[in-house]
C-alpha cells in the first residue's frame, strides 16, 4: 500500500540499474500546449538524468535529454536536475514545477484531482522490467510558459506517476501507455507492455465516479503511417472491475522521440474521443531496436 512517506526516496538495491524517477505531464487544450518532464535518479550509479519536451500549435518545439548528470543529494521534496525542479507543497497533492532555458521557462503548480493508484493493485502484476513499485495520478495544472518571449497562461489537466526498483529499458520490445480525462472529473490510466519474460500484459485503471477502479481488460488497436514505429491512431474498448466498459478512440498529433541506449521513448500528444466528446491527452509508447 502506498504510503505518504513514498513521496520521498527510497533506500536503493544493491543492483546497478536500480532507478527511481517521477515523471510529470500537463497540457492545455485550449492554447494547444504539451509539456512532459521527467527526473530519474541512479544512485548506485551515482547520476542522474532528465527530459523536458514541449510542444506549441502541435509542433515540438524544445526536446532535451540529458544523461550522466551529477546525483544530486536533494530528496524529492525539493529537487533539480540539469535546470528541471520539483518541488513539494503537499506530499500527495501539490507540487511546483519549473524549468528555465534559453528561450524557454514555464512554472506550475500541478495539484491532484484523484488520488495516487498502487500499480500492486492491478488486475495484472507489472513486467519485471519496470519497477519493484509504481504509483500515478491524475490532477490539474495552472501557471505559465514562455517562449521566445511570449508568455502563454496555462489552465488544464496533468498526470503523474513515480517509479522506483530495478529499472531494464532494453527489457521491453515495445510498449504503449494513454492517459487522458474522460467525462465530468473522470480520468483514464492504461499500459499495455510486451516484455521478454512476462510477454504482453495490460495494467491500468479508471478514475470514475469518485474513486480509482482497476482495469481488466483493454482491447487496444493501432494503426501506424507507413515507415513509423509510432502509433497514429487507436482505438480501445476498456473493462474494469466493476464491469463499465468504455469504448475509445483517439489520433496521436505530435510524437517527440528520446533514445535510452537501444531504447527509445516516443513522448506524445494527441485527442481521445469518448462518447462523441474529444478531449487531449498523452500518449507515450516506446521500443527497443
Given at each position: 500500500m502506498i504510503?505518504?512517506r513514498?513521496d520521498?526516496?527510497?533506500?536503493?538495491?544493491?543492483?546497478?540499474n536500480?532507478?527511481e524517477?517521477?515523471?510529470f505531464a500537463f497540457y492545455?487544450?485550449?492554447?494547444d500546449?504539451?509539456?512532459?518532464?521527467?527526473?530519474g535518479?541512479?544512485p548506485?550509479r551515482?547520476?542522474a538524468?532528465?527530459?523536458v519536451?514541449?510542444a506549441?500549435e502541435?509542433?515540438?518545439i524544445?526536446k532535451d535529454?540529458a544523461?550522466n548528470?551529477?546525483?544530486?543529494?536533494?530528496?524529492?521534496?525539493?529537487i533539480e536536475v540539469?535546470?528541471l525542479g520539483i518541488?513539494?507543497?503537499k506530499a500527495?497533492e501539490?507540487?511546483?514545477?519549473?524549468?528555465?532555458e534559453t528561450?524557454?521557462?514555464?512554472e506550475?503548480?500541478?495539484?491532484a484531482?484523484t488520488?495516487?493508484?498502487?500499480?500492486?493493485?492491478c488486475f495484472?502484476?507489472?513486467p519485471?522490467?519496470l519497477?519493484?513499485?509504481?504509483?500515478e495520478?491524475?490532477?490539474?495544472?495552472?501557471g505559465?510558459?514562455t517562449?521566445?518571449?511570449?508568455?502563454?497562461?496555462?489552465?488544464g489537466?496533468g498526470?503523474?506517476?513515480?517509479?522506483w526498483?530495478?529499472?531494464?529499458?532494453?527489457?521491453?520490445r515495445?510498449?504503449?501507455?494513454?492517459?487522458a480525462?474522460?467525462?465530468?472529473g473522470?480520468?483514464?490510466?492504461?499500459?499495455?507492455?510486451d516484455?521478454?519474460s512476462s510477454?504482453?500484459?495490460q495494467?491500468?485503471?479508471?478514475y470514475h465516479?469518485?474513486?480509482?477502479?482497476?482495469?481488466?481488460d483493454?482491447?487496444?488497436?493501432l494503426?501506424?503511417?507507413?515507415?513509423?514505429k509510432?502509433p497514429?491512431r487507436?482505438r480501445m474498448?476498456?473493462?474494469?472491475?466493476?464491469?463499465?466498459?468504455i469504448?475509445v478512440?483517439g489520433?496521436?498529433r505530435?510524437v517527440?522521440?528520446l533514445?535510452?541506449g537501444?531504447?527509445?521513448v516516443?513522448e506524445?500528444?494527441?485527442?481521445?474521443?469518448v462518447?462523441g466528446v474529444?478531449?487531449?491527452?498523452?500518449v507515450?509508447?516506446?521500443?527497443?531496436?
Amino acid at each position: 500500500m502506498i504510503q505518504l512517506r513514498d513521496d520521498l526516496r527510497h533506500a536503493p538495491s544493491p543492483e546497478q540499474n536500480y532507478s527511481e524517477s517521477k515523471w510529470f505531464a500537463f497540457y492545455d487544450q485550449a492554447r494547444d500546449i504539451w509539456v512532459s518532464c521527467r527526473i530519474g535518479l541512479e544512485p548506485n550509479r551515482r547520476t542522474a538524468n532528465r527530459w523536458v519536451v514541449v510542444a506549441l500549435e502541435g509542433k515540438v518545439i524544445h526536446k532535451d535529454l540529458a544523461v550522466n548528470l551529477p546525483l544530486p543529494a536533494s530528496n524529492w521534496n525539493d529537487i533539480e536536475v540539469g535546470g528541471l525542479g520539483i518541488r513539494t507543497r503537499k506530499a500527495m497533492e501539490l507540487y511546483a514545477l519549473a524549468f528555465r532555458e534559453t528561450g524557454l521557462h514555464f512554472e506550475i503548480a500541478w495539484q491532484a484531482a484523484t488520488p495516487v493508484f498502487d500499480y500492486k493493485d492491478c488486475f495484472e502484476p507489472l513486467p519485471p522490467s519496470l519497477a519493484s513499485a509504481h504509483y500515478e495520478q491524475s490532477g490539474r495544472v495552472t501557471g505559465s510558459l514562455t517562449y521566445e518571449g511570449k508568455c502563454y497562461e496555462m489552465d488544464g489537466a496533468g498526470h503523474r506517476d513515480h517509479s522506483w526498483g530495478v529499472r531494464h529499458w532494453e527489457g521491453f520490445r515495445s510498449w504503449i501507455a494513454f492517459m487522458a480525462p474522460f467525462g465530468q472529473g473522470s480520468f483514464l490510466h492504461v499500459e499495455q507492455f510486451d516484455e521478454q519474460s512476462s510477454g504482453v500484459t495490460q495494467h491500468g485503471f479508471l478514475y470514475h465516479q469518485g474513486q480509482n477502479i482497476p482495469l481488466k481488460d483493454a482491447a487496444i488497436t493501432l494503426e501506424f503511417q507507413e515507415g513509423s514505429k509510432f502509433p497514429h491512431r487507436f482505438r480501445m474498448k476498456m473493462e474494469d472491475v466493476q464491469g463499465n466498459v468504455i469504448p475509445v478512440e483517439g489520433m496521436v498529433r505530435v510524437v517527440a522521440p528520446l533514445a535510452f541506449g537501444r531504447c527509445t521513448v516516443g513522448e506524445s500528444f494527441g485527442t481521445f474521443t469518448v462518447d462523441g466528446v474529444t478531449r487531449a491527452g498523452l500518449v507515450e509508447s516506446g521500443f527497443t531496436s
